[in-house]
């Protein structure tokens, strides 16, 4: 099956700074990334869409300012926490979608950030 | 707005057979996704209901009828390896978005 990679598996920081975690897809390319928020023992909340080549759509109440994102190229998106704090401590997971054709969504191994 | 129901936790016993169900109120409809998740993992795909009906996979089943906006995770024989969260999700018409459920947390005992 398709394979998408996210890296860093954790992070800690300090409140105050920037956070980048990438999202890849490995044997495929995908025009359409989803950036989740998780908090434990919850679903998955959707934050955002992210599209190559253009903007991300955000979920009503997501801070756009606050979680960058970018799609640079078909097999990478990047979500930045800018200005992190300790109420962005969460599971960050990004999916992504083969084709058109490929209904299934593939999920990365997620992120878990804690900004102390 | 988006609204996906479904059982907070569930319990059962090894070798049992158990369904967990899902209703959703959203807007549009695309498809209706089963996965499963272990604690601190990334959810893996189990099963894709596009058409009213039974969609069988090995132990597991899934049923969805669209007029009643429900769905459910039929799950056979009941291993330990089950234990998990099982999410349902939507994908919507139009910006093909998929919304998750609140999920399910099953745990199985010997």
């Known amino acids: 099956g398709a394979v998408v990679s996210q890296h860093p598996s954790w992070v800690i920081c300090k409140s105050g700074t920037s956070v980048k975690i990438e999202c890849r897809s490995l044997d495929f390319q995908a025009t359409t990334m989803f950036w989740y928020r998780q908090f434990p023992k919850q679903s998955l909340m959707l934050m955002a869409t992210s599209n190559e080549g253009s903007k991300a759509t955000y979920e009503q109440g997501v801070e756009k300012d606050k979680f960058l994102i970018n799609h640079a190229s078909l097999t990478l998106s990047t979500l930045t926490v800018t200005s992190a704090h300790p109420e962005d401590s969460s599971f960050y997971i990004c999916s992504a979608r083969p084709g058109p054709t490929n209904e299934k969504l593939f999920f990365g191994s997620g992120t878990q950030l804690s900004v102390l | ?110």
């Open chain 2, 1 to 110: 707005g988006q609204n996906i129901d479904q059982p907070t936790e569930m319990t059962a016993t090894e070798g049992a057979i158990v369904q967990i169900n899902c209703t959703y109120q959203t807007s549009g409809f695309n498809g209706l996704f089963w996965y499963q998740q272990h604690a601190g993992e990334a959810p893996t795909f189990l099963s894709y209901n596009v058409l009213d009906g039974l969609e069988e996979k090995g132990r597991f089943s899934s049923f969805l009828s669209r007029s009643k906006g429900y769905s459910y995770l039929l799950l056979k024989e009941l291993q330990m390896k089950d234990s998990a969260s099982y999410l349902c999700a939507v994908r919507t018409s139009g910006t093909y978005k998929y919304i998750f459920g609140t999920g399910t947390r099953l745990k199985v005992l010997a």
